[in-house]
């Protein structure tokens, strides 16, 4: 009979911490639900970068996950660099699409919400603009070596719009 009420209490405390979590999560949402539509992604299925789309979070904010238009959720993805702006293809969630004239920078970095890295340049971090809001996206190339010439490229991006 203890074994039955200590595995019952532990089941009871775990269901009681997703059940928080999932609350916490709906409420972040409805804070964050005035953010405007993202835009709609090209027709174009270029492949780029391999790796993970970490998640978006407010500029700066590093912590400030966002939880709308499925921009928190962190997935196997591809960053393809294009004329038009940078695509992430997402598997299990909805690809991501930031024009180019949305961009406003880009760094490598060692973390953001739900990922730090051993490296301090393990991230490559866009901060981009949208409905009047300033957000960072973090993606993970599967290869290191892809850090620095993705950075570059949308380095490059960004600077050739501006001039």
């Known amino acids: 009979m203890k074994t039955f009420l200590g595995i019952a209490g532990t089941v009871l405390v775990i269901a009681a ?34 790796g993970v789309y970490v998640a978006t979070t407010s500029a700066g904010d590093w912590m400030d996950r966002i939880a709308v238009h499925e921009l928190g959720v962190r997935s196997v993805a591809d960053l393809a660099v294009s004329e038009a702006g940078l695509i992430f293809h ?24 739900g990922k730090v890295t051993a490296e301090k340049s393990g991230l490559v971090v866009v901060t981009w603009s949208h409905d009047g809001k300033e957000l960072d996206t973090g993606f993970r190339p599967r290869r290191k070596a892809d850090t620095e010439t993705l950075t570059e490229s949308i380095a490059t991006l960004i600077g050739a719009e501006q001039s």
């Open 90 to 113: 997402r598997r299990g969630a909805a690809d991501v699409f930031i024009p180019v004239d949305h961009l406003t920078g880009v760094r490598t970095d060692q973390g953001i919400a």
């Open 17 to 50: 911490g997703y059940y928080a979590m999932w609350r916490g999560w709906r409420n972040r949402q409805a804070r964050q639900s005035e953010l405007a539509p993202l835009p709609e992604v090209p027709a174009d299925k270029i492949r780029g970068v391999e």
